[in-house]
């Protein structure tokens, strides 16, 4: 199915629940982190940051249409469901709300945040292959790793952050409502002129 096919409320639940599952895969995280479990732990986090990123896309998606854009569905259906293209999304709706603050309070303690994101992004594939060791046996070094054996507590620090960043960012996507969407289509075509 395609995003094409979904309504704006359709679209608007997509925002939530997408935001409300990456929340839970993030605290099922959090129980295998006590229960040292790094390696999956690992893997829930990064997938909760993957999880993330689905809200601002679908977000996009919702804006676009409102503003009669054309629209590039094949692209967000892809995006939607490629690992790295969801990472990326997210980090490039990071560093856009980083910018926003910077612009906002004209505090510069934020361009090195804002410079780790920027490095994130070259490290996509990296990130997708440690996702891959969080839970598949590899070859490393000529012999064979279980995640277990690669994956400890620093690894897992290393991602939960990040994680934890995305869900206070990203905390409105799971507080849209109908009124919120109201509010958006009636601004949008305030800005416009119409009525």
């Known amino acids: ?21 990456a929340v839970e895969l993030l605290d099922e995280a959090h ?7 790094y390696s999956r732990a690992y893997s829930l986090c990064q997938l909760s940051i993957e999880e993330f990123a689905k809200a601002p896309l679908l977000f996009g998606v919702l804006m676009e249409r409102l503003e009669g854009l054309e629209i590039d569905y094949e692209k967000y259906d892809h995006d939607f469901k490629n690992h790295e293209k969801k990472m990326e ?18 505090k510069d303690f934020i361009d090195k945040t804002m410079e780790k994101s920027e490095e994130f992004l070259t490290k996509i594939k990296e990130f997708n292959n440690l996702k891959n060791e ?9 012999s064979f790793q279980t995640p277990s054996e690669i994956f400890d507590e620093k690894k897992y620090e290393s991602i939960v952050g990040i994680a934890s960043l995305r869900k206070l960012m990203l905390q409105v996507f799971g507080k849209f409502d109908d009124k919120s969407l109201a509010d958006l289509k009636k601004a949008i075509n305030e800005d416009d002129g119409s009525k």
């Open 31 to 37: 129980l295998l982190f006590n229960s040292k479990k």
């Open 1 to 21: 199915m395609s995003l094409k096919n979904l309504s704006d409320d359709n679209l608007l639940e997509g925002m939530k629940k997408s935001y409300a599952n």
């Open 134 to 142: 969080s839970l598949y046996v590899h070859i490393k070094n000529n």
């Open 89 to 106: 999304h997210g980090i490039e709706w990071e560093i856009a709300m980083f910018k926003k603050f910077k612009h906002d309070t004209g």
